[in-house]
């Protein structure tokens, strides 16, 4: 079947489309109906079906033949350690993990929060929730513990799952010590936390709470996967949305095992057997579906890459890990790119790599600007993918195949809708489409396909209300863009506060909350600014209380700190000005597109409902000091 057919059948007859993706899994129980959508916004797949997400990850595999295979290969280069396992390995160390967790009491529809650096046991952590029932919800390492405890008391674990440190580069990280400040902080207590201890930091285990991973694998016994309901959630991903409070995207079982399973032949052009490396982390969406899930679906084989696309060691890492376990696509943010050409802008480190087995190169997280996509498909001379998606959407929603078809990349759009996106361009003022290459807010006409969110965690409102009250019909992506003559769907960035940072998605909402706590700030606000390695970076523009005279300097530097400390490093809050006011409506509306465009050096517009004009000189001038604004 070739794209076109395959996207039609897919919007006409979702039921046929779907239901023949879904013999490729292995079901307990046939489903009864394929898509119920009688209750709308709230789509189901595969009602009434049965299945186990780890038995069609692992088991399926070892018992049709492929036990012997690689089915993740852990490669460190900030350890030194490169460690394969095969589809049996991981079954047995998955299957005794899901025995302790069941030892302690874990039951189907339990949550647990798994809070670890990128090590295989934070996939196996994932792969025995989903093998006893039990609600995973990974939280990325590099969140600080007050991030953690928002987590913590949204997802109300009764075990959480860690590790001793994480290693950035050459630091190491102590995890227990974050760990414990976020349990301090928050108003649930996990009973147990189960803590593998790396040789590179001990964390010291406080009874009767904090339990050693390594001897509760070693006492317990492997259990058998629990049938669960293809409707039953598979996990919670919290997410930034435009405040501080982030949002427990909920996953199905059986919808994501069809739609994954479907995207590795069809999008990424793998087979079983084949070597498939997403290069992130499994804190974010692309780590689960693509370093954990979809591969393993697959019976592929999964690299879980523990180092950076530069100084681990030298900008040629990712060409070593290509060659060394002949990858055939790889998928990471193309900011990554943007530091290996920082770093060998002529690319002298890929001579002598064979990257003969390498197919594609996959790229999502935000957009890929023309530059970065020029220089990666020179470089590698092979195809080049930008594809379009999001937490919630679990997949992408648009890109190009290597499976399906392969259509003429336009560099700087995220090309075609995939099957089952039903991808409009609204007007943001009347919620009419608009016609081809007009912008607008991209949305997409429910239902939306198998895979993505069902809900959000115990909070249908919410999910209502952000996604699918504003267009009635539609779900709201939050981004802008717009769709040109031949159905390539340009993405131009988000339309909320919502920023990425190294293809990292940050709330500046959620800045702005912690910089307003500064017992000196009576106002301020946070902006993505355009920084040339990592996309956007947040800049903070905040305003005294009167009769505050001090430093300016000093000041910044607690607010950068407070934001390392409450928000996390990741956040890459670095500089900030303080300034006289903010420029804002006449009805108190910050105007932030207009102090963006100031801090990104464009031509603006002064918008004719500004009260003070004056002020707009002023930011202009304070930005110049931090290096940003007209060149
Ligand atoms: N635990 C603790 N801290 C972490 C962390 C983790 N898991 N991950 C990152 N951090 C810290 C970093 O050490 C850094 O701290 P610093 O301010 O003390 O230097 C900070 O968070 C920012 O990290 P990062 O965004 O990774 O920036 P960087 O400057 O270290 O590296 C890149 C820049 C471009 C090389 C890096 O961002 C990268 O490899 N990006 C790939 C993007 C990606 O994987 N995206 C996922 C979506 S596909
Ligand atoms: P996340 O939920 O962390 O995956 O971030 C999703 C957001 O990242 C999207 O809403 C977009 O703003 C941005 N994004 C991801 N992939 C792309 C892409 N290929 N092109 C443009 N923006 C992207």
Same mark, same amino acid.
């Given at each position: 079947?070739?794209?076109?057919e395959?996207?039609?059948?897919?919007?006409?007859?979702?039921?046929t489309?779907?239901?023949?993706?879904a013999?490729?899994?292995?079901?307990c129980?046939?489903?009864?109906?394929?898509?119920?959508?009688?209750?709308?916004?709230?789509?189901?797949?595969f009602?009434?079906?049965?299945?186990?997400?780890?038995y069609?990850a692992?088991?399926?595999h %070892?018992?049709?033949?492929?036990?012997?295979?690689?089915?993740?290969?852990?490669?460190?280069p900030?350890?030194?350690t490169?460690?394969?396992?095969?589809?049996?390995?991981?079954?047995?160390?998955?299957?005794?993990?899901a025995?302790?967790?069941t030892?302690l009491?874990?039951?189907k529809?339990?949550?647990v @929060?798994?809070?670890m650096?990128?090590?295989?046991?934070?996939?196996?952590?994932?792969?025995?929730c989903?093998?006893? =029932?039990?609600?995973?919800?990974?939280v990325f390492?590099?969140?600080?513990?007050?991030e953690?405890?928002?987590?913590?008391?949204?997802?109300?674990?009764?075990?959480?799952?860690?590790?001793?440190?994480?290693?950035?580069?050459?630091?190491?990280?102590?995890?227990?010590?974050?760990?414990?400040?976020?349990?301090?902080?928050?108003?649930?207590?996990?009973?147990?936390?189960?803590?593998?201890?790396?040789?590179?930091?001990?964390?010291?285990?406080?009874?009767?709470r904090d339990?050693?991973?390594?001897?509760?694998?070693?006492?317990?016994?492997?259990?058998?996967? @629990?049938?669960?309901?293809?409707?039953?959630p598979?996990?919670?991903l919290?997410?930034?949305?435009?405040?501080?409070?982030?949002k427990? @995207?909920?996953?199905?079982?059986?919808g994501?095992?069809?739609?994954?399973?479907?995207?590795?032949?069809?999008?990424y052009g793998?087979?079983?057997?084949?070597?498939?490396?997403a290069?992130?982390? %499994?804190g974010?969406?692309?780590?689960?579906?693509?370093?954990?899930?979809?591969?393993l679906f697959?019976?592929?084989?999964t690299?879980?890459y523990?180092?950076?696309?530069?100084?681990?060691?030298?900008?040629?890492?990712?060409?070593?890990?290509?060659?060394q376990?002949?990858?055939?696509?790889l998928?990471?943010a193309?900011t990554?790119?943007?530091?290996?050409?920082?770093?060998?802008?002529?690319?002298?480190?890929?001579?002598?790599?064979d990257?003969s087995?390498f197919?594609?190169?996959?790229?999502a997280?935000?957009?890929?600007?023309?530059?970065?996509?020029?220089w990666?498909?020179?470089?590698?001379?092979?195809?080049?993918?930008?594809?379009w998606w999001?937490?919630?959407?679990?997949?992408?929603?648009?890109?190009?195949?290597?499976?399906?078809?392969?259509?003429?990349?336009?560099?700087?759009s995220?090309?075609?809708?995939?099957?089952?996106?039903?991808?409009t361009?609204?007007?943001?003022?009347?919620g009419?489409?608009?016609?081809?290459?007009?912008?607008?807010?991209?949305?997409?006409?429910?239902p939306?396909?198998?895979?993505n969110?069902?809900?959000l965690?115990?909070?249908?409102?919410?999910?209502?209300?952000?996604y699918?009250?504003p267009?009635?019909?539609?779900?709201?992506?939050?981004?802008?863009g717009?769709?040109?003559?031949?159905?390539?769907?340009?993405?131009?960035?988000?339309?909320?506060d919502?920023?990425?940072?190294?293809?990292?998605r940050l709330?500046?909402?959620?800045?702005?909350?912690?910089?307003a706590?500064?017992?000196?700030?009576?106002?301020?606000?946070?902006?993505g600014?355009?920084?040339d390695?990592?996309?956007?970076?947040?800049?903070?523009?905040v305003?005294f209380?009167s009769?505050?005279?001090?430093?300016? =300097?000093?000041?910044?530097?607690?607010?950068?700190?407070?934001?390392?400390?409450?928000?996390?490093?990741?956040?890459?809050?670095?500089k900030?000005?303080? @300034?006289e006011?903010?420029p804002?409506?006449?009805?108190?509306?910050?105007?932030r597109?207009?102090?963006?465009s100031?801090?990104?050096g464009?031509?603006?517009?002064?918008?004719?409902t500004i009260d003070?004009?004056?002020?707009?000189?002023e930011?202009?001038?304070?930005?110049?000091?931090?290096?940003?604004?007209?060149?």
């Amino acid at each position: 079947m070739k794209y076109r057919e395959a996207f039609r059948e897919s919007l006409e007859s979702p039921e046929t489309f779907w239901s023949r993706a879904a013999e490729e899994i292995t079901w307990c129980k046939k489903w009864d109906r394929v898509l119920d959508v009688s209750n709308l916004p709230f789509a189901r797949w595969f009602v009434g079906g049965e299945l186990n997400t780890c038995y069609n990850a692992l088991d399926r595999h %070892v018992e049709g033949g492929r036990g012997d295979q690689p089915a993740l290969i852990y490669d460190s280069p900030v350890t030194d350690t490169i460690q394969t396992f095969t589809y049996s390995e991981l079954r047995h160390r998955v299957s005794r993990i899901a025995g302790f967790l069941t030892g302690l009491g874990v039951t189907k529809g339990d949550r647990v @929060v798994i809070y670890m650096p990128m090590i295989p046991e934070a996939a196996m952590a994932m792969l025995a929730c989903a093998r006893i =029932g039990a609600i995973h919800s990974v939280v990325f390492g590099g969140f600080a513990p007050r991030e953690l405890a928002i987590r913590i008391d949204d997802a109300r674990p009764s075990v959480v799952l860690s590790a001793s440190c994480g290693i950035e580069v050459k630091k190491r990280i102590p995890y227990k010590p974050l760990l414990d400040e976020g349990i301090s902080i928050a108003k649930h207590s996990p009973e147990k936390c189960v803590i593998w201890q790396r040789p590179q930091v001990e964390a010291e285990l406080v009874a009767p709470r904090d339990l050693d991973w390594v001897e509760l694998e070693q006492e317990a016994e492997p259990v058998d996967c @629990v049938t669960v309901k293809a409707t039953d959630p598979l996990y919670i991903l919290y997410t930034s949305g435009t405040t501080g409070v982030p949002k427990g @995207v909920v996953r199905d079982n059986g919808g994501h095992a069809v739609a994954l399973n479907w995207t590795m032949k069809h999008v990424y052009g793998i087979d079983p057997g084949d070597v498939y490396w997403a290069a992130s982390d %499994v804190g974010w969406v692309v780590g689960h579906s693509y370093i954990v899930y979809g591969p393993l679906f697959k019976g592929a084989t999964t690299v879980m890459y523990e180092g950076k696309p530069v100084g681990t060691p030298d900008p040629g890492a990712f060409w070593r890990v290509i060659s060394q376990h002949r990858v055939k696509a790889l998928f990471t943010a193309p900011t990554a790119f943007r530091a290996i050409k920082r770093d060998d802008p002529r690319g002298e480190y890929l001579k002598g790599y064979d990257l003969s087995a390498f197919d594609t190169l996959f790229l999502a997280g935000e957009r890929t600007d023309p530059d970065t996509y020029h220089w990666a498909t020179d470089l590698l001379q092979k195809p080049v993918i930008d594809h379009w998606w999001q937490t919630e959407t679990g997949w992408a929603i648009t890109g190009n195949f290597r499976g399906l078809e392969f259509f003429p990349p336009k560099p700087g759009s995220a090309s075609l809708p995939m099957p089952g996106y039903d991808v409009t361009v609204l007007d943001l003022a009347t919620g009419e489409p608009v016609g081809p290459n007009t912008e607008g807010i991209i949305a997409v006409e429910l239902p939306l396909p198998p895979g993505n969110l069902t809900t959000l965690w115990e909070n249908d409102e919410g999910f209502k209300e952000s996604y699918m009250d504003p267009y009635p019909g539609y779900y709201l992506t939050g981004d802008g863009g717009f769709i040109d003559e031949d159905g390539y769907v340009w993405v131009m960035g988000r339309t909320d506060d919502v920023i990425n940072v190294a293809g990292h998605r940050l709330s500046t909402g959620g800045m702005e909350e912690v910089l307003a706590k500064h017992p000196d700030v009576a106002e301020c606000a946070v902006l993505g600014v355009h920084d040339d390695l990592k996309g956007q970076v947040p800049v903070g523009f905040v305003v005294f209380k009167s009769g505050v005279v001090r430093d300016e =300097g000093e000041m910044v530097a607690e607010l950068v700190q407070m934001v390392r400390e409450q928000v996390g490093p990741i956040a890459s809050f670095k500089k900030a000005v303080v @300034v006289e006011g903010l420029p804002k409506t006449r009805s108190g509306k910050i105007l932030r597109g207009t102090m963006r465009s100031i801090a990104d050096g464009e031509s603006y517009r002064v918008p004719s409902t500004i009260d003070d004009p004056a002020i707009l000189g002023e930011i202009e001038a304070a930005v110049e000091t931090i290096g940003y604004g007209k060149k």
